[in-house]
T-cell receptor
Framework: NAGVTQTPKFQVLKTGQSMTLQCAQD?????MYWYRQDPGMGLRLIYY???????DKGEVPNGYNVSRLNKREFSLRLESAAPSQTSVYFC?????????????FGQGTRLTVV | QQQVKQSPQSLIVQKGGIPIINCAYE??????FPWYQQFPGKGPALLIA?????SEKKEGRFTISFNKSAKQFSLHIMDSQPGDSATYFC????????????FGRGTSLIVHP
């Protein structure tokens, strides 16, 4: 049972470089999310996708773009990385069916922008 | 505006102690209140959750107490163990429409042997 798989696990970027964080889930969930985790700030929502074909901004979307490629995959792109984007990024998914509203998280991507 | 406020930011207890983590929310439309546990280098995982139609829920050594009128809920860990050392997040969400969990800022718990 893979659950939510994120790649890569670690990445170092130079300021101005671009990259895409990949996320895939094998639980047939409708909703997918990208969060960033910073010390003392908890988990802050960057973007989410309530269903295949839709994406919406969360609390901290600036500097990021997303693509819901299909029901399984939801990618996060940094077009021009900045040191303020140094963080741990988590992808999550949720079935969003009736009372089943648990969010399942990936292992995270630790990104450092120098 | 922080919709879910969590305290304390960090907590240290001795083995066998009962750490208590508190959360308060603003939006009365929230109807699902989960707690997540996160170990270093891992993603958060659901620990226990409650809905506002009950005032308390127990699962093993973990208990959620819920006070709807005060818009507060708390996590109690009975007979805490060193293996409980982790970061704990409370969250709140609305189950109707788009399910978007809003998280507190987390509590780092250390349980000394």
């Amino acid at each position: 049972n893979a659950g939510v798989t994120q790649t890569p696990k670690f990445q170092v970027l130079k300021t101005g470089q671009s990259m895409t964080l990949q996320c895939a889930q094998d639980m047939n969930h409708n909703s997918m999310y990208w969060y960033r985790q910073d010390p003392g700030m908890g988990l802050r929502l960057i973007y989410y996708s309530a269903s295949e074909g839709t994406t919406d901004k969360g609390e901290v979307p600036n500097g990021y773009n997303v693509s819901r490629l299909n029901k399984r995959e939801f990618s996060l792109r940094l077009e021009s990385a900045a040191p303020s984007q140094t963080s741990v990024y988590f992808c999550a998914s949720s079935p969003q069916q009736g009372s089943r509203t648990e969010a399942f998280f990936g292992q995270g991507t630790r990104l450092t922008v120098v | 505006q922080q919709q879910v406020k969590q305290s304390p930011q960090s907590l240290i207890v001795q083995k066998g102690g009962i750490p208590i983590i508190n959360c308060a929310y603003e939006n009365t439309a929230f109807d699902y209140f989960p707690w997540y546990q996160q170990f270093p280098g891992k993603g958060p995982a659901l620990l226990i959750a409650i809905r506002p139609d009950v005032s308390e829920k127990k699962e093993g050594r973990f208990t959620i107490s819920f006070n709807k009128s005060a818009k507060q809920f708390s996590l109690h860990i009975m007979d805490s163990q060193p293996g409980d050392s982790a970061t704990y997040f409370c969250a709140a969400s609305m189950t109707g429409g788009s399910y978007i969990p809003t998280f507190g800022r987390g509590t780092s718990l250390i349980v000394h042997p």
